[in-house]
């Protein structure tokens, strides 16, 4: 018997950008209410929203100020219980993005621990006399003086997100209550963000650094992540029938697959295949992990998220074929599919022309570090256009916009709704296929790496992906149905020609 997640397309959500619905130019309940309809339409059957706490969104979100309300900005409780009773009808989950490595510097927790050294709640975050060389993911010291009480507090990420000490008891108590809380709202889950990255022991060893660039050693995996990952799993499983997914701070799959399976979260993503560079090696990597989950673990198949720079252009170098061979391949394969909204209607990249459109935190960390090291203001702007994760965040170019009053918070991109038709068709074929009993099954049959060429079969059905120029291969299998391919695929009784970048699937 398979979980239900074993056999869901999951849709990322990025809260602000998806749809509003009152008019203020910000993605909402009321907005993403509206959309249910174009979920079930597309066919998923899970949703991870984006972080949609009460944050004063230094990083959109992902700086909570409050575990158990909803930003004003996004509704209400009353809005948020609405959308989701409306998903469930549609037989939609709704897994919730939970940020428990760091709270906002604002959150209440944080105002008293910060008033003094004595307070109650000092320890529930990470205070040290002086600093070590720990650097923050987003550039720059990880240590911020806090001149009230003349000590350093730790912060992995942007200075106003300050990491909650996992160490003490105390946290891990409160948050087992704000994941209980959210269960009993009737959520189907959680994506635990940065989960690796808790702060557990009290070493602080410096990281080491090769070729002038801080290697991330002892600032996550810490002595016990992998007893507190099998908690968290554990503690979840037992309340129910819900889904944990982590992100790992990891593109390296020894990492990242670790944690995941019945001793750990039920997946971990795979950003050693969804975040690469270019399009070259995921066949290799898509082979590697083919065999590390062949014990019947599933790992996460994706390529885009709020994170990275979207799929379009990063690997389909903007091209429909391509983009349509990379979607056949993640919603074949054997894992868990996200799609990440607008890539189902070849949504390309924002790129900020200018430091008055930019938006992500990570941006202008780049942008003030690039000025910081002498370069020029164009150079500083060249920096920032490459770090900043704006790109992937342009509002969804709905046929009647995104907002029907205001200008959206973040710049918008050109629409092309004929590409959008054309992909989103596509991608609700592979998605309708998916649902039948031989995707949903684990593993593969035949799996065949040549060269640039993949093949496999999942029960009846043959998938050929073509990563490279046109060529010709064996049909072993005879009589061959197709019944899905992105370009004209000539079969006789012995050949199959597929041309450069051919995705097909056959009914064998
Ligand atoms: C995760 C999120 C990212 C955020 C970071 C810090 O990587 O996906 O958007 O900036 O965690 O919370
Ligand atoms: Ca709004």
Request: proline residues 4%; glycine residues 8%.
């Amino acid at each position: 018997m398979l979980k239900w997640w074993q056999e869901t397309v999951f849709y990322e959500i990025y809260m602000p950008s998806f749809k509003d619905g009152n008019g203020d130019g910000i993605g909402d309940f009321k907005g993403l209410l509206e959309k249910v309809p174009y979920l079930a339409e597309l066919g998923v059957g899970g949703i991870w929203l984006t972080p949609f706490y009460p944050s004063p969104k230094v990083d959109n979100g992902y700086d909570v100020s409050d575990y158990y309300a909803v930003d004003p900005d996004y509704g209400t409780m009353a809005d948020l219980e609405a959308f989701v009773a409306e998903a469930h009808r549609h037989g939609i989950r709704v897994i919730a993005d939970m940020v428990v490595n760091h709270v906002s510097t604002e959150h209440a927790w944080f105002v008293e621990s910060r008033s003094s050294r004595t307070n109650p709640k000092r320890d529930w975050f990470v205070w040290q006399d002086a600093p070590n060389n720990w650097e923050s993911f987003f550039g720059g010291s990880a240590w911020e003086w806090d001149a009230g009480t003349e000590q350093y507090y730790y912060h992995s990420f942007a200075t106003e997100q300050v990491d909650l000490n996992w160490a003490n008891p105390e946290v891990e108590r409160e948050i087992w209550k704000v994941f209980d809380f959210w269960l009993d709202k009737g959520l189907d889950g959680f994506r635990l963000d940065v989960i690796n990255n808790l702060t557990l022991t009290r070493d602080f060893m410096d990281n080491p650094v090769v070729d002038g660039e801080q290697q991330h050693v002892f600032d996550k995996d810490q002595p016990g992540m992998m007893a507190k990952m099998a908690e968290i799993g554990e503690r979840i499983r037992a309340r129910g029938d819900y889904f944990t997914v982590g992100e790992i701070s990891s593109d390296n799959l020894a990492e990242i697959e670790r944690y995941a399976g019945s001793d750990g979260l039920d997946v971990t993503f795979n950003f050693n295949f969804g975040s690469v560079a270019s399009r070259d090696g995921i066949v290799a990597e898509l082979a590697r992990m083919q065999q590390v989950y062949a014990d019947g673990r599933m790992p996460t198949l994706f390529f885009g998220s709020h994170d990275m720079s979207r799929s379009w252009n990063r690997l389909a170098d903007g091209r429909e074929d391509v983009a349509q061979l990379l979607s056949m391949l993640m919603l074949t394969a054997h894992g868990v599919p996200f799609v990440y909204f607008g890539e189902e209607i070849g949504m390309a990249d924002f790129v900020p022309e200018s430091m008055r459109e930019m938006r992500d935190v990570q941006g202008v960390y780049a942008y003030e570090l690039a000025l910081q090291d002498g370069k020029s203001e164009h150079e500083a702007l060249v920096a920032a256009q490459e770090k900043t994760r704006d790109k992937a965040r342009a509002p969804m170019t709905w046929p009647e916009g995104f907002s029907d009053k205001t200008e959206a918070w973040i710049g918008e991109v050109t629409p092309d709704f004929a590409r959008g038709q054309r992909m989103f068709a596509f991608y609700q074929a592979l998605i309708a296929l998916r649902k039948t009993a031989d995707f949903c099954e684990p593993g593969y049959r035949d799996f065949k790496v040549d060269g640039e060429l993949l093949t496999y079969v999942r029960g009846e059905h043959l998938v050929c992906l073509n990563f490279g120029a046109a060529r010709e291969m064996e049909n072993k299998w005879g009589d061959l149905t197709p019944v899905l391919a992105n370009l004209d695929v000539v079969v006789d009784a012995d050949r199959i020609m597929l041309p450069a970048f051919a995705a097909v699937i056959f009914k064998i």
